[in-house]
């Protein structure tokens, strides 16, 4: 069994093809440290992979493979890429040192060898190593925790987004997890879509991630809206339907004054602003509230139109039931070019199986559907 003092040595591999050199290097090394031997360059690789030495001794001339290539492709290995190489070698060359120093070796000794000069440099480069490896492990840990917290305050934000867009759903009683379906319609349609050469520059992994984060807060201005409107049974009046629509402003400043009272102007609210006030903009220029027609009505708005436009089909209501997957798809293609932008509507088409996918993963169910006609009668009364 090994002493405490002996688990503490490092680990030293020599690599040369001269067994006199290796005995030599043995009898030198081993009252001091833990000495590994490989008799070519071969072996040598192998036992720096396996056994992760804290330095390596390289001869230069051997055959087959020599220091150099050995030394090069140890330095190409991320397993052994951070174990120093000392050069032990007859070439003394001024030339041969500057070349093993550049291929990545930390020193260069010439034979024959001084056992003091060997042991001193030896040393030194244990250190040095030792200073770099506590410095590795110390980012290393750093980048962890830097990692941790992060996914743990993405992991907030999210929660409070999807409280937020649930808020403004709760009080909407024609669906229940059409914040969940959208959400994953635009993702699954932008996804789709980065390989048409008209969307492939704009929709990017980082920009479909912010929007597939922005879209359950398309409708969150329905916070503000009246009950006795909100919650009719029936076709709304004129002024009702005004008072309605206010509901893509409503929610685009809201969004601005979460912005401004951060101070920071952060993509993820740029992109929310867009899809809470466009929405409901239509390609033809008759939809609202600017009444934005084409290409000028935002990328994000435009994925959430197609979304809304079939889940509002397929959507049971308290009174009704919703559209078949087939048909609420046709009412999709037949909005193309009036509602819709018609490449987005096209797409959506290709991928009717994937949204099929998603809407049966998040449908209504009977709870969903009870538990809405509960809160309605609660907020009917309340409002009388």
Same mark, same amino acid.
């Given at each position: 069994?090994?002493?405490?003092?002996?688990?503490?040595?490092?680990?030293? /591999?020599?690599?040369?093809?001269?067994?006199?050199?290796?005995?030599?290097?043995?009898?030198?090394?081993?009252?001091?440290?833990?000495?590994?031997?490989?008799?070519?360059?071969? #072996?040598?690789?192998?036992?720096?992979?396996?056994?992760? +030495?804290?330095?390596?001794?390289?001869?230069?001339?051997?055959?087959?493979?020599?220091?150099?290539?050995?030394?090069?492709?140890?330095?190409?290995?991320?397993?052994?890429?951070?174990?120093?190489?000392?050069?032990?070698?007859?070439?003394?060359?001024?030339?041969?040192? &500057?070349?093993?120093?550049?291929?990545?070796?930390?020193?260069?000794?010439?034979?024959?060898?001084?056992?003091k000069i060997v042991l001193a440099r030896v040393?030194?480069?244990?250190?040095?190593?030792?200073?770099?490896?506590?410095?590795?492990?110390?980012?290393?840990?750093?980048?962890?925790?830097?990692?941790?917290?992060?996914?743990?305050? #993405?992991?907030?934000?999210?929660?409070?987004?999807?409280?937020?867009?649930?808020?403004? !759903?709760?009080?909407?009683?024609?669906? @229940?997890?059409?914040?969940?379906?959208?959400?994953?319609?635009?993702?699954?349609?932008?996804?789709?879509?980065? @390989?048409?050469?008209?969307?492939?520059?704009?929709?990017?992994?980082?920009?479909?991630?912010?929007?597939?984060?922005?879209?359950?807060?398309?409708?969150?201005?329905?916070?503000?809206?009246?009950?006795?409107?909100?919650?009719? +049974?029936?076709?709304?009046?004129? &002024?009702?339907?005004?008072?309605?629509?206010?509901?893509?402003? /409503?929610?685009?400043?809201?969004?601005?004054?979460?912005?401004?009272?951060?101070?920071?102007?952060?993509?993820?609210?740029?992109?929310?602003? &867009?899809?809470? /006030? @466009?929405? #409901?903009?239509?390609?033809?220029?008759?939809?609202?509230p600017e009444g934005l027609a084409g290409d000028?009505?935002?990328?994000?708005?435009?994925?959430?139109?197609?979304?809304?436009?079939?889940?509002?089909?397929?959507? +049971?209501?308290?009174?009704?039931?919703?559209? +078949?997957?087939?048909?609420?798809?046709?009412?999709?293609?037949?909005?193309?070019? @009036?509602?819709?932008?018609?490449?987005?509507?096209?797409?959506?088409?290709?991928?009717?199986?994937?949204? !099929?996918?998603?809407?049966?993963?998040?449908?209504?169910?009977?709870?969903?559907?009870?538990?809405?006609?509960?809160?309605?009668?609660?907020?009917?009364?309340?409002?009388?």
């Open positions: 069994m090994q002493t405490e003092q002996e688990q503490d040595k490092a680990t030293l /591999l020599v690599v040369d093809d001269t067994p006199g050199n290796l005995n030599l290097m043995h009898a030198l090394l081993k009252s001091r440290y833990h000495v590994l031997l490989a008799s070519n360059g071969e #072996q040598g690789m192998q036992v720096a992979r396996d056994k992760q +030495p804290d330095l390596i001794l390289l001869d230069i001339l051997m055959p087959d493979l020599d220091g150099y290539e050995v030394c090069k492709r140890l330095k190409a290995d991320r397993l052994t890429q951070d174990i120093p190489i000392i050069f032990l070698t007859a070439k003394a060359d001024m030339w041969d040192e &500057q070349k093993g120093l550049e291929m990545g070796a930390v020193d260069y000794i010439s034979k024959p060898i001084s056992s040393k030194t480069q244990l250190i040095v190593k030792a200073s770099a490896d506590f410095l590795r492990d110390k980012n290393e840990h750093l980048e962890l925790q830097v990692a941790r917290r992060t996914r743990e305050i #993405q992991a907030v934000q999210d929660v409070a987004i999807m409280a937020m867009a649930t808020l403004a !759903e709760m009080r909407d009683c024609d669906t @229940s997890k059409h914040i969940l379906r959208t959400q994953h319609y635009v993702k699954a349609l932008a996804e789709h879509l980065k @390989s048409h050469p008209g969307f492939a520059e704009q929709l990017t992994d980082q920009t479909i991630q912010v929007i597939f984060k922005s879209a359950p807060l398309h409708d969150i201005g329905k916070v503000g809206i009246p009950e006795r409107i909100l919650l009719k +049974p029936g076709n709304l009046t004129p &002024q009702e339907e005004a008072i309605m629509q206010t509901h893509t402003t /409503l929610g685009r400043d809201a969004i601005e004054q979460a912005e401004q009272s951060l101070g920071l102007q952060v993509e993820f609210f740029s992109v929310a602003k &867009q899809i809470a /006030l @466009s929405h #409901q903009e239509k390609w033809d220029g008759s939809g609202y000028r009505i935002p990328l994000a708005a435009r994925l959430m139109a197609v979304a809304d436009v079939y889940d509002d089909c397929i959507s +049971p209501r308290i009174y009704t039931a919703g559209l +078949p997957h087939k048909d609420a798809v046709r009412k999709v293609f037949e909005a193309r070019g @009036s509602h819709l932008d018609p490449d987005m509507a096209d797409a959506f088409v290709e991928i009717e199986q994937t949204i !099929e996918a998603i809407a049966k993963r998040f449908a209504d169910t009977p709870e969903d559907l009870q538990r809405k006609m509960k809160y309605m009668a609660y907020a009917i009364a309340e409002e009388a």
